[in-house]
């Protein structure tokens, strides 16, 4: 059963042109999909307007069975609550604690007491090895850990769907390395993600579906290995070849 269904989606800024132009996938439930592509491909742009944070111009977005439509305020916010998105930039608020950074949302937004949102925050901060990190601001992590509060947020809203924008950009090799295994458990529990990325191997070994954009189309889609292993595609291969040792 597809949760997330994306229909002709269209978006652009200025005159020159679509970022996303005539985009269609679907997702289904418990499935791990992730997006390739060159910079500027349109690949954020697609997160940003599945997530609300940006409007398309035309197109369909279908979650859960439901048509966003933005027009209709209660009903886009009821929707919207069925998806998360880690930004590659963490976004954090720098004023809060880390406690306070993953229940703010679930006090605000849920409605859950400030003892069930604690609850909730303190599980999955043992679940992401920051047990000891509750009173601690962002200023006094790593990339790695704000990340992993990042993740810890988006899955205290219990989302149906969690978006991933780039969650290694900001990163150095080996908190790279502590991210992506928090992803690959995700993986293992039949989270349903999409995640925008330039890590090859990783993407290959999470996804069950491989979507390769580029210039706002998707040119390529399928199993990684019919995506990685299609030598007919010369575009996509230019691309993976640059990331290949």
């Known amino acids: 059963m597809a949760i997330l269904e994306v229909r002709d989606l269209r978006k652009s800024f200025d005159t020159s042109g679509h970022v996303l132009d005539g985009v269609t996938f679907d997702v289904s439930e418990g499935e791990v999909v992730s997006v390739i592509g060159p910079s500027g491909s349109g690949k954020s742009t697609l997160l940003r307007c599945i997530t609300q944070l940006e409007t398309p111009d035309s197109g369909e977005i279908f979650i859960d069975g439901n048509l966003l439509d933005r027009a209709d305020k209660k009903k886009a916010r009821e929707i919207g609550l069925n998806v998360g998105l880690v930004f590659q930039n963490f976004n954090l608020f720098p004023h809060f604690s880390v406690m306070r950074n993953i229940t703010e949302a679930q006090i605000a937004v849920l409605g859950r007491s400030k003892a069930e949102a604690e609850k909730k925050a303190e599980a999955l901060l043992v679940r992401m090895g920051l047990e000891s990190k509750a009173g601690s601001y962002p200023c006094e992590l790593s990339g790695g850990q704000q990340q992993r509060v990042g993740i810890a947020r988006a899955l205290a809203m219990e989302p149906k ?85």
């Open 161 to 245: 769907i969690l978006f991933f924008d780039e969650p290694t950009s900001a990163l150095d090799p080996e908190l790279t390395g502590e991210i992506l295994e928090v992803i690959r458990e995700l993986a293992k529990e039949k989270m349903t993600m999409v995640i925008v990325t330039h890590e090859m191997d990783f993407a290959r070994e999470v996804s069950d579906k491989i979507l390769f954009m580029d210039g706002g189309h998707i040119v390529a889609s399928g199993s990684p290995e019919e995506v990685f292993d299609n030598t007919e595609n010369e575009r996509v291969q230019r691309f993976i070849s640059r990331f290949r040792r």
